[in-house]
């Protein structure tokens, strides 16, 4: 268990609707990144959030956002959603270079799948 | 930017057997390089990782060996165990505070009792 959370775990939607994707980051983290991993792919990053802040960005386009709270937990929202846009979703806490180490807890994923 | 590329894609071995994956990068600056695995229905978990300034390190049954002159990297796993069967991957990334981990491909690991 890495202490992170994700949800929903599964959820269906159409060509055109838009969807919400949360995450409880581990205690004491206080960067999260997202993935997405297509199936039989490594993760592909999709963007960074670091005290609230965008903090580095992948190779996706606009209707792919985010936000970070205080408490640091985070969404990932996309619009306009493509049925390449079916993947699994991961989040990852860390705090970089925080005790010397700069490793990525995952959570167990949101698996989108748009029809 | 960063690419990283992995071979094989799927790997069977018997058990007590090693397995090796081998992987390479096309940025030079990059300095940190975390393998991961990820059992089925699971996110990746971190299992060991290599900094630039170092040529191997080992845990236990777990090695990894960089050469950073040919951009190689590689995951040596010996006597190999059916709890082994998950899909590793390997990363590239640049250790500044805050940056991007480039993730390989992946290989699907079997390990045959």
């Known amino acids: 268990e890495t202490g992170v959370t994700q949800s929903p775990t599964h959820l269906i939607k159409t060509r055109g609707q838009q969807v919400t994707l949360r995450c409880s980051s581990q205690?004491?983290?206080?960067?999260v990144s997202w993935y997405q991993q297509a199936l039989g792919q490594g993760p592909q990053f999709i963007f960074q959030?670091?005290?609230?802040?965008?903090?580095g960005r992948g190779n996706f386009p606009p209707r792919f956002s985010g936000l970070q709270f205080p408490n640091y937990s985070s969404e990932l929202n996309v619009n306009a959603l493509e049925l390449d846009d079916s993947a699994l979703y991961l989040c990852?806490?860390?705090?970089?270079?925080?005790?010397?180490?700069?490793?990525?807890?995952f959570g167990e994923g949101s698996r989108l799948t748009v029809l | 930017g960063e690419n990283v590329e992995q071979h094989p894609s799927t790997l069977s071995v018997q058990e007590g057997d090693s397995a090796v994956i081998k992987c390479t990068y096309s940025d030079s600056a990059s300095n940190y390089f975390p393998w991961y695995k990820q059992e089925l229905g699971k996110g990746p978990q971190l299992i060991i990782d290599i900094r630039s300034n170092v040529g191997e390190k080992k845990d236990q049954r777990i090695a990894v060996t960089l050469n950073k002159t040919a951009k190689h990297f590689s995951l040596h796993i010996t006597e190999t165990q059916p709890e082994d069967s998950a899909v590793y991957f390997c990363?590239?990334?640049?250790?500044?505070?805050?940056?991007?981990?480039?993730f390989g491909p992946g290989t699907s690991l079997s390990v045959i009792p």
């Open positions: 990363a590239a990334s640049i250790e500044t505070s805050y940056d991007k981990v480039i």
């Open positions: 959030y670091y005290r609230e802040e965008e903090n």
């Open positions: 205690s004491g983290h206080n960067t």
């Open positions: 990852a806490s860390s705090t970089p270079g925080g005790r010397g180490t700069w490793e990525l807890f």
